[in-house]
Structure formats: C-alpha cells, structure tokens
C-alpha cells in the first residue's frame, strides 16, 4: 500500500477544513480538464493526483466492462493506487457510502461513483457528487450527460441471456421463450426489482417485448405480468443472480448485461460453458454513469481517474470488456477501435435507448408493482 | 441435597440394579451414536467443500483452485497484511498485559476483580459495536485515527490487541499462578534486580507457555476477523475471503478449506504446548 | 529505583505498573462504548433524553432484534443440548483418551471457524447446488423445493450450530470431570440406577452449569456478525447487521436510534455474562 507524503496528509487536513472544492471547466470550453487552480493542465492534475496518491472507487467488479483492465492501466500509467470498495455493491449503495462518510474522509469513502443514468439526477439533486468535465467532455452524447456536468455516461451494453450449457440443453432465443416448461426453476434477475437498475430494465424489456408499441406503463404493466407468469409456472428462481450463481449452476439463465455474460463465458473457460443471447426482442440498452463525490477525499485524483477512463486508452478498456464505450462513435469513425474488438461487441439495432423521463417513469412502475403484481421477494444476499 | 437422596433410595434397587459390565456397555453404545452422529455433522461441510475445490477444471479432479487462489494477485497481500496485523497485536497485547497481570498479583490484588471485568468487555461489547463506536470517536478532532489508510490500520491494530485481553490476561495469570511470583521477584530483588529486569529475566521466561497459548489463539481471532477490517475499509484476509466468496465459483472453498487448516494448526499447537507435563 | 520516600512514592509505584492497561482499554474499549452510550442519550437538540430508546419499537428494529434474540435463543438450546450430549460421550462414555482429545482440539477450532470460511464451507453442502442438497436430489427430493433454504432463519441456525456446539463442550468438559467419582461409586453402591443418578445428583449439580453455558451461547450467536454476512449479506435482519448497515449509511433515518440499538445490544450481551458468571460461581461449589 503507497505511503503517504506528508503533502497528501496535510491536503487532506485542509481539504477537510475548508469543505469540498468544487470544480468546472468553464461551460462551453472544450473542457480542458479543471483543477484547483485557476488554469490547470494535464501534467498540473496529474502532480495533485499523484500526491493523494490513491482514489477510492466503488462497487467496480473486476470482471465487469474489465475494470480489472482498467484498473492495471491506470495504476500503470500514474503512481495512483485503487482502493476498491465493496465490489459487489449497487448503485443505491454507492450513493450512501458518499453520505455515510460525509465527515470522515478516510478511505471509507468514495471518491468516484459508477452509478445507474436514473440515479444520477438523484444524486445531484442530494447534494452528493461535484461537476467536473473531462478533456473529451464533448464526444460524449448530449443525451449521455447532464450539461452542468455532475454526471456523464461512461458505457452501455443491452440485456441477454446468460445461460449454463452444462444446465440447458437449448438456449432461449427470446423472452417468450423463458416460459417454456424445459426451464422450470431455471431464470433469475441480476438483483431485486425493487432496487437494481439492470433489474428494473429487464423487467421493463420484457414488457417491450409483449408490447413493442405500447406506451412506457402498458410495457412496465405487461412485463411484470410477464414475471408473474414465470413465477406461476416455476421458471423463475428468486435470488440475486451473478456470474457466480450462473456458473455454479444455481441460475442457469440469468437475464443480465451482455458484457457481464461474455466475461464469464472466458473467466470459466469452459468449466462450464456459457451461452450469451441477446432476445430476438426487447432489446434494452442499460447505460451507467459517472460522478466524483462531492466530500471525496481525494479530488484530484479523481479527476484523473475519470480523465483516464474517458482517454482513448480508458474507452477502449471497456470496449475490451464487452461494453460499449460512452465515445464509440466518434472513436469508431476515427478508427481508434480494433476491427476485432468491434466484432465482439453486440449489434444495437433495434435497442431502446431509454431516455432519463422514460427511465424513471419505468422505474416508478415496476417498483410499484413488483409487490403488488409479481409479490415474490427477490433474495439479495451475496451467496444466494 | 445429595445426602439426603441418597439415604432416601430403596434398598431392594440394589438387586434390580444392572451389572456394571453390562451399564458400562449400553453407555459406550450410546455414546458411541451420539458422537458418530455429531462427527456427521462437523465432517460433512469440511468432506463437501474439499470435494467441491477439486473440481474447478471440467471432468477431473485437480488442485486448479488451490493453484488459482495462491496465484491470485491480491491473496498474498491480504494475508501478509492479517499476518503483520496479528504479530503486532499480539506484542501490544503482550507488552500491555503481562506487566499489568505482575503487577496485580504482586502489588495491587484488590485492583484483580477490576481488571478481569475489563479483560471481560471485549465479550460483552460485539466487534460490529466496538467499531462502530471506534468510528465515531476517532474520525473527529481531536483524536482523528480514520482518515487515512495506515491510521484505520493503527486503529484495527489496537481493537485486536483489546480484543485479544480475555485470552492474554487468563493464559498470563494461570501462569503467574503456577508459579511462585512473590518468592521468585523478592529472591531477584535481593539480588538487585530492577522491575524491567526481573520482567524480562525472571517472569516472561517462566510464562512462555502460557504467552504462546495466548498468542495463538489471538492469532486465530485475527487472521480471518471480518466486521472491524471491513468498516474501517482494511485490505486484510477477512474481508477478501468475503469478496472471493461474492465473486469466484471454485476458489473459496479451496479458502475454506486453507482458513480451516491454518486454524487447525494454530489450535493444535495450543493443545501440545499446554499438554499436562509428565511431573506433578 | 530505590527511593528514600517510601509511603508517597508507593502509592504512585503500585498505579504505574497498571496504567498503561487502563490507558489502552481506556482508549479502545471503554471509550468507545461510551461515546455510543452518550450519542444514544443525546436527542436531536442536543439534550439528554431517552428518546431514542423510546424509539426502538420502530418495525425494522423490533424485526432485527426479535430474529437475533429467536435465532440466539434456539442455537443456544440445541447446541447447549447437543454439546453437552457430545461432551458427556467423551468425557464419560468410554470412547477413549485419542477421541477425547481429538474432540477437544476440534472444537477448538470449530468455535472459531466462524465468519466467511464457515459460510462459505455451508454453501458447498447445504446452498442450492451444495453436496447434501445435489444428494437429496439424486434421492429424488427437491430440498429447495420443499421451503428449506440455507439463506434463511433455518439455514442459518444450522450454520450457528456449528461454532455453538463446541464452545458447549469447550466450557461443559471441566464440569463433568468435575462430576467425582466417588459420588457414582457411592450411588451405585447404594442401589442406585444410572437414571438415578444423573436425576438426583449430576443433573442438580451441573444444571447451573449447563444453564450458565446455554446463557453465553445465546450471548455469542446474538454478537455474531461475520458469519450472518458472509451468509446473507443482510437479507435476513438481524440485529448484528442492522448495526452494520447503519454504519454503512443511515438506513434507520435516525442516528440516535442507531446508537439506542447498538448500547441495547451491549446491555443484552452484559446481562447475559453476568447471568452465566454467577451461575458458574454456584456451581465452582460443587465441582471444585
């Protein structure tokens, strides 16, 4: 573990005495990337950060968009550690951890946040992550970030099928087919509906599949109708899927991210094998985004971890991960993306990209109803 | 009470009383099944979770997991950092109680019934309580022990010291016990020994033993202790034992299976060290 | 250190020697707990008040403490039952000095395989895809089917069991061998039969023993938190975690209400160890 200079500690002590700094590129400018000082650079935040000497993320598994990858980049490219947090936590979570540790600055306490898109109005809204704008601030879609800049988009992938081959012989091709008698007690969520985001979106997904030109509450109507028939008919196993639960054989199908699937399908190297199918229909696009805190106790370098997140290097991390980089477009056409990273990405066409209102309006539903419609209590715990 | 039932039993029971070849019989049997019956139970998770960490590659039995837990990047650190954690825990504790349990026998016994109640607390007060209040009161000013990493490490180093008290302070006063302290300090003293000396040259030796059974079992709280490492964010065994078992299929229970055989050794080597010895 | 002051420098002598360890649990144990005791006092103005204990009838709080005290209350039956079962086949039962001492070191280990191990070690026998649950289905049984789950209160009295029933045989042993002899050779000679004997004399006389025990096993499980999260990760409330989660974030919307809870935890444990050290010191009566 880095030692701290004595610089570091003292930041620390005056960071804590005089309250969180706030820092904004000016809004219009291509977003040269903001400091505490008054014109700032690259190598200017690069110094700061390294003086912290560590940022403290949250709820980032390894496996997930290869942030292990990421991790090992950045921790080669800066003399900044990771202090990674509760991996297997959620975007609620995160959101807390900031508050929780709202007076003590210690490495309990976040200083980024990689959360759900419906979670970040929310967070700004509460007072708890501080706008910054990264270098490439204005390749990221306008719809992809909020125009203070207290949240921006990093990556997003589309539902699918994550299937044990050693524990189903055929693989589903769409929703439809969950409800098949071949996969009694065999389908699960990747968290509760009550709270997870991709959670939420596969519910929804399924009503947009029974109901592609419905309005956003007949689609979040007809998809928690659409789990109470699985419940009905047995398929569905309510506990908290992961990679783990799928590869163990306790959730055979997991309805989860794509990226998700096909990073285990490797990490178990055929032990056993796994399966990744995007639905013929209701294809949804989840997508997740970043804050800094706005009590981190490291902020510069968290301003460098997002820098590097969002560099070309940081994009192409997570397009190594299965993920589609916030910045795919522009990078695509500049040919920054190998031919065959692409081809490991899945096809987008026909995705709903929800918009926030559509998002949150979904969210209201589902939540909702989950109780009152589908009334089963989804085991959260992290071996179950 | 026991007088009286006993002068009460009839007499006439003395012949209906079974022989006791046959009594001592029917008690083996029956303990026999009832120890058999509770070595299922303790054997099986161990037999199960052995079974499941051979299985990590399809279709055979191999150590892969074992291979791919020591490999693993961050096991190595966690467990030097449980381990660094311990031995400095158990010296604090050691330089903190053996003077203290000295004293009280040879100086202070009034002051005994005081000290064995607080050696108590680390009983009454539960790890997730006693770090909850650790937060609370040292993430502010003065005394401000949480905000940065190597200061919560300070702070989990000490919790474990207090918390390793009640084991110290018995095994340390057993041992003061069976040895004669007051004869054994004043024979020193008139030899014109200071406190520090007769400590070191008189005492510590002759209560090795009981350091050691002391340390161990310290050791044993240490290595794997989850609640107060997790909530002050310390990268120790604890809590990466939790995150293998989140996140990985095969390799936590070749963990399991690693954790039980290095507690298995800790109490072991308890057990010979504090084996009756041959003289009376 | 010779001095010629005798009598001051004595008094200040004799406190030397223990203030370091004042100091220390000054600072990490006591101190601590008071802080939470004096924030649990302390109502949202600032004054004194017992508000906050008051407003421990809140449904989540009344939900985590009544599984703690249930969970608790039932491993420390079964397990106090069942280790003084196992302790008394040992001890008494003919088996042999290598089984006694076996055990013994066993359950030495197995009282502190608690936490992540231990979980973990459950989940590979009893979890949906554990050996004995892969067994039962080979039987033709669906376990998971029939309600049973490991991930719950069930579950995980089972999983408790298995640190409870040693720490029984642990603190019980002393107290059967200290059941003498000459007490079973004086009733057998009597004409007394075997059940005789353990009902008028070796129960009355380890009864406050065996209930002492019980009263610290229920004290341990109700502490327990490593193994419950390892487990649940907080599905299950439980006390424990409940105090967890609100050091993680304030899920009770109160803080003073969270530290009420916590100091209520601490009154449960300290009532439960004086119970069981007066109840050991009636019985060192006897079987000293």
Not at chain 2, 242 to 252: D, G, I, M, Q
Request: aromatic content about 10%; proline content about 6%; some cysteine.
């Amino acid at each position: 573990m880095k030692k701290y200079a004595v610089g570091a500690v003292l930041a620390l002590i005056v960071g804590a005495c005089g309250g969180s700094s706030t820092t904004t590129a000016a809004p219009g400018t291509t977003g040269a990337p903001g400091t505490t000082g008054a014109s700032g650079s690259m190598d200017d935040l690069i110094a700061a950060a390294e003086g912290e000497g560590v940022v403290t993320t949250i709820a980032l598994p390894l496996d997930w968009c290869n942030y292990g990858g990421m991790i090992e980049g950045f921790e080669a490219k800066y003399n900044v550690d990771e202090n990674g947090l509760d991996r297997g936590g959620g975007s609620a979570e995160e959101l807390e951890a900031i508050s929780a540790n709202k007076d003590n600055p210690g490495p309990a306490a976040p200083d980024v946040v990689d959360i759900g898109l419906a979670f970040g109005p929310q967070a700004k809204a509460d007072g708890l992550i501080q706008p910054y704008m990264v270098a490439t601030w204005d390749e990221i879609p306008e719809s992809a970030k909020d125009a203070e800049g207290y949240w921006y988009g990093d990556y997003y992938g589309v539902l699918a099928f994550e299937v044990n081959k050693t524990e189903v012989a055929t693989s589903p091709a769409d929703w439809a087919d969950l409800l098949k008698a071949d996969y009694n007690g065999q389908v699960a969520l990747s968290g509760d509906p009550l709270t997870s985001n991709a959670a939420i979106l596969s519910v929804w997904a399924a009503g947009v599949s029974a109901m592609p030109d419905g309005t956003v509450q007949e689609q979040a109507e007809a998809g928690l109708d659409f789990f109470k028939q699985l419940n009905d008919a047995g398929n569905f196993v309510p506990i908290d899927g992961d990679s783990r639960t799928v590869g163990i054989g306790e959730t055979p199908i997991l309805i989860d991210y794509n990226y998700n699937s096909k990073a285990n399908a490797i990490a178990l190297a055929g032990n056993p094998e796994i399966d990744t199918v995007v639905p013929a229909s209701g294809i949804m696009a989840g997508m997740y985004t970043q804050a800094i805190s706005a009590y981190a106790p490291h902020p510069n370098a968290a301003k460098l971890w997002e820098e590097y997140l969002y560099s070309d290097e940081g994009q192409l991390k997570y397009a190594e991960g299965f993920c589609y980089p916030i910045r795919y477009d522009t990078m695509l056409a500049d040919g920054k993306i190998p031919a065959e990273v692409v081809a490991e990405l899945p096809s987008t066409e026909g995705a709903l990209f929800p918009t926030l209102a559509e998002l949150e309006e979904a969210k209201g539903y589902v939540v909702a109803g989950w109780p009152q419609v589908v009334g089963v209590t989804v085991d959260t715990s992290p071996s179950g | 009470m026991v007088a009286v039932t006993i002068s009460t039993a009839p007499i006439q029971a003395a012949a209906e009383a079974p022989a006791p070849v046959e009594l001592q019989k029917k008690n083996r049997l029956g303990a026999w099944i009832v120890f058999g019956l509770v070595a299922i139970y303790f054997l099986l998770p161990l037999a199960a979770t052995f079974w499941w960490s051979l299985r990590a590659l399809k279709d055979q039995y191999t150590l892969e997991a074992y291979r791919r837990l020591f490999a693993d990047s961050n096991f190595l650190p966690a467990f030097t950092q449980s381990l660094v954690n311990a031995a400095v825990a158990i010296l604090l504790s050691l330089l903190i109680i053996m003077p203290t349990a000295y004293w009280v026998t040879l100086r202070m016994p009034r002051l005994r019934p005081v000290i064995e109640f607080i050696t108590l607390l680390p009983f009454v007060i539960p790890g997730v309580v006693l770090v909850f209040g650790l937060i609370r009161l040292y993430s502010r000013p003065p005394l401000v022990l949480t905000h940065t990493y190597d200061s919560s490490r300070i702070l989990l180093v000490c919790a474990y010291a207090a918390l390793s008290f009640p084991y110290m302070y018995r095994a340390v006063d057993n041992g003061l016990r069976a040895m004669d302290v007051r004869s054994l300090t004043e024979a020193a003293q008139s030899l014109g020994a200071s406190w520090p000396t007769i400590l070191r040259r008189v005492i510590f030796p002759n209560l090795r033993v009981a350091l050691l059974s002391g340390a161990l079992l310290t050791f044993a709280i240490v290595i794997g202790e989850l609640t107060i490492a997790l909530f002050l964010a310390q990268k120790t065994f604890g809590p990466y034992m939790a995150e293998l078992t989140r996140s990985k299929v095969y390799e936590p229970s070749a963990m399991a299976i690693v954790a039980f055989a290095i507690t298995w050794a800790a109490m072991g080597m308890i057990a010979l060290i504090t084996r009756p010895r041959k003289e009376k | 250190m010779g001095g010629a002051r005798r009598p001051p420098r004595r008094l200040v002598g004799n406190w030397v020697g223990v203030v370091p360890f004042f100091v220390f649990a000054g600072l990490f144990l006591i101190g601590p707990t008071l802080i939470l005791a004096y924030r649990s006092l302390e109502g949202a103005d600032g004054s004194l008040t017992l508000d906050n204990y008051r407003a421990i009838t809140s449904p989540l709080v009344i939900q985590a403490y009544g599984a703690s005290i249930r969970l608790s209350l039932v491993t420390a039956l079964i397990g106090g039952l069942v280790g003084f079962g196992l302790a008394w086949a040992i001890s008494m039962g003919g088996l042999g000095k290598s089984i006694r001492s076996g055990t013994s070191t066993f359950s030495g280990v197995a009282s502190n395989f608690a936490g992540v191990p231990l979980a973990a070690a459950f989940i590979f026998t009893l979890g949906r895809i554990g050996a004995i649950t892969s067994l039962f289905e080979f039987l033709g049984v669906d376990l998971y089917a029939t309600g049973f789950s490991l991930y719950s209160f069930w579950g995980l009295t089972i999983v408790y069991l298995y640190f409870q029933i040693p720490l029984m045989v642990l603190v019980i042993l002393p107290a059967l061998d200290g059941l003498k002899r000459d007490w079973r050779e004086a009733a057998e000679n009597l004409g007394a039969t075997t059940g005789q004997y353990w009902r008028h004399i070796a129960f009355p006389v380890l009864l406050p023993s065996v209930l002492g025990t019980m009263i610290l096993l229920f004290g341990n499980a109700f502490g327990a938190h490593a193994t419950a999260y390892a487990l649940t990760g907080g599905s299950i409330p439980l006390a424990t975690l409940l105090i967890g989660q609100q050091i993680s974030g304030d899920v009770l919307n109160n803080p003073g209400l969270g530290y009420a809870i916590a100091m209520g935890m601490v009154f449960i444990m300290a009532g439960s160890i004086l119970i069981y050290s007066l109840l050991q010191r009636r019985s060192e009566r006897w079987l000293r």
